[in-house]
């Protein structure tokens, strides 16, 4: 599902379109804030959003034989909850 999917799929749910693009931009800009402050946002019933940071590794370049050090970095990770996974199951 693409963004504009989402946006015709929660339009369908009684909202108009704008309503329903402007409700869709203010949550993806309040997790990506959020997220970027270092915090975690935990939605009930659907999962957690958080960041977590990856550690400096080593790896060997494949086409050069090379080893290449990758820095670390911060990641975004969506953990889903137990009512997702289950209704995911069915």
């Not at 997220?35 to 009930?44: F, H, Q, T, Y």
């Not at 034989?65 to 996974?85: D, E, I, N, R, S």
């Amino acid at each position: 599902m693409t963004k504009t999917e989402l946006i015709s799929a929660v339009a369908a749910k009684g909202y108009t379109r704008k309503e329903a693009e402007k409700a869709i931009a203010d949550v993806f800009s309040v997790l990506t804030e959020t997220l970027s402050a270092g915090e975690k946002v935990s939605v009930s019933g659907f999962g957690i959003f958080e960041v977590r940071e990856r550690a400096e590794k080593t790896v060997v370049n494949p086409q050069t034989k090379k080893t290449v050090v990758v820095p670390a970095k911060k990641v975004p990770v969506f953990k889903a909850g137990k009512a997702l996974k289950e209704t995911v199951a069915k």
